[in-house]
């Protein structure tokens, strides 16, 4: 079941953020570290309102942010097709879960809802490294963009339909 985060579920997910962190550093993906992301990081997503998370079982085994577009860095490529755009940050996917469609879900919900609100594209960024969040985006229908330096990142971007 996919829905909004509360307050009271930021124990769960900032857990669920250390064993994805721990299982991405022992696949040698340097995306976070065990400082980020954490509860303060999903506290300010869950105050946006654009903490999005994924239950089964009464338990949060998935989440990401879907944001209103405000990030300076983003400002510094030129590879981006589109204006008025969401953003997706801090993908987390339970590892005992991966591969069993969740995050398909949670970008489902994530298009679904850019394109009620008039959106005219889905933004990401992500690691060079992350190989397996970079398949993932291609293989979903976002093109890579620039290299985005200020922050060691790769640009990627969905365009939605009308």
């Known amino acids: 079941m996919i829905s909004h985060a509360?307050?009271?579920d930021l124990e769960s997910l900032d857990q669920l953020a250390v064993k994805v962190i721990k299982h991405m550093n022992s696949l040698n993906i340097p995306q976070w570290t065990l400082a980020y992301p954490r509860k303060e990081h999903f506290s300010k997503d869950?105050?946006?309102?654009?903490?999005?998370?994924?239950?089964e079982n009464n338990k949060i085994i998935g989440c990401m942010a879907v944001l209103e577009e405000n990030d300076p860095p983003y400002k510094t490529i030129d590879s981006w097709?589109?204006?008025?755009?969401?953003v997706i940050h801090r993908v987390l996917v339970d590892p005992d879960y991966q591969k069993q469609g969740i995050a398909n879900k949670l970008f489902e919900f994530a298009a679904n809802y850019a394109?009620?609100?008039?959106?005219?594209?889905i933004k990401i960024d992500t690691h060079p490294d992350n190989y397996k969040m970079q398949g993932f985006l291609v293989k979903n229908g976002f093109i890579k963009g620039d290299y985005i330096e200020v922050m060691n990142r790769i640009a990627f971007e969905k365009v939605l339909e009308d």
């Not at 394109?115 to 594209?121: A, F, G, H, L, N």
């Open 6 to 8: 509360k307050e009271t």
């Open 46 to 55: 869950i105050t946006k309102k654009g903490l999005i998370i994924y239950k």
């Open 81 to 86: 097709i589109k204006e008025k755009s969401v």
């Open 115 to 121: 394109t009620k609100e008039k959106y005219e594209s």
